[in-house]
């Protein structure tokens, strides 16, 4: 008969430990972007400022996201990448001209920056 009370004593006291364990849902701020919406507006930014920087855009590949383009002499390739944690991440790279090139991927990349709200 005594176990059987402290066997019910037992279970009592297993089953209001169990009460007071609750599980919220995690936060999600408020207009928190969807991964797609996350690219499109990736994506529109980088066509933005490569045209913005007077790149004519000779390629898009939204699919493979890829941009490509020429200034002038130099070509210009931007990539919008989906990573595995619903982050987008941005390349551009130019090639030929030497410190042109460089000024140009840096004038492409602070126009992306402002486009972004950065």
């Not at 928190?32 to 499109?40: G, L, N």
């Not at 020429?70 to 991440?89: M, N």
Request: with cysteine; charged share 20%.
């Amino acid at each position: 008969m005594k176990t059987t009370i402290a066997r019910f004593i037992a279970t009592l006291g297993v089953l209001a430990a169990l009460a007071g364990c609750v599980v919220y849902d995690p936060y999600y701020p408020h207009g928190y972007p969807s991964p797609t919406a996350s690219f499109d507006r990736s994506w529109n930014a980088a066509v933005g400022a490569l045209q913005g920087e007077g790149v004519v855009i000779t390629q898009q590949d939204r699919g493979a996201g890829v941009i490509a383009g020429k200034f002038g002499g130099t070509s210009v390739t931007a990539r919008v990448l989906a990573q595995a944690d619903g982050r987008v991440r941005v390349e551009f790279n130019t090639s030929g001209g030497g410190s042109q090139s460089q000024e140009l991927s840096d004038r492409i990349s602070r126009a992306y920056d402002y486009r972004m709200g950065r």
